[in-house]
């Protein structure tokens, strides 16, 4: 029973549970470099009020078409639409470059990388979940599990009638099933940590970058 059901189940859960803090620590680096692309923006010489807006109103932009892209859950096709404002954005910043020095230029394309490259670490994070087949594979043996449970006990005592030692035997198997019932559903709500159906996804509605946080 150890090795054929909970120690792939546990495993599955670990990897979940990893994924899920991963997801957390990447989606925590994408805010960030949000609000450092559009601080160094705001920092280069002869930035107007209207420069800055432009740049900072559609990094949230793309922040939320990213953000409703992580929460649903057949949304591939839409990333395209994430692709599509990254490419707004960079003809955004390339449209000022006259005013940046290379140091200056150096940094927002560094920061401007790195925020493109948190988004895709969060797709991969969305669309690799933990092993399918090792998930399937846990949930087959759980569901026979009863009949792999004390077998030869209920076997040995089912000519005899229903014995006391039957009944505790047949209880037991169903008290193991419901927790490894349990633990399995546990592993389930914890697999999409960007869905919100389950207890333990991100609170992305309070990780994203708010309008309010604009320097104007």
Known sequence: MSVAIVFPL???????????????????????KVIDLSNIFYSVD???KTDYEKLFFSLVELQDIFVSYL?????DNNYNK?????????????SYKKLYNEREKDSIIRVKNE????????RGLKIHSTPISLRKYCLIF????????????????????????????LLMSVIVSF???????????????FDQKGLDDLKLN???????????
């Open 10 to 32: 546990v495993f599955s859960i670990t990897s979940a549970y990893q994924r899920r803090q991963d997801s957390i620590k990447e989606f925590a680096i994408f805010r960030n």
């Open 46 to 48: 002869k930035t107007k």
């Open 71 to 75: 929460k649903k859950s057949n949304s």
């Open 82 to 94: 994430v692709r599509e404002k990254r490419k707004e954005i960079f003809l955004i910043i390339d």
């Open 115 to 122: 925020l493109f490259q948190s988004a895709e670490k969060l």
């Open 142 to 169: 759980i569901f026979l599990s009863p009949l792999l449970y004390n077998t030869q006990l209920v076997s040995q005592n089912i000519s005899l009638g229903l014995s006391s030692e039957t009944v505790i035997s």
């Open 179 to 193: 927790i490894l019932i349990a633990l399995y559903n546990v592993q389930d709500n914890i697999e999409n940590p």
């Open 206 to 216: 309070k990780m994203d970058v708010s309008k309010s946080e604009s320097l104007y």
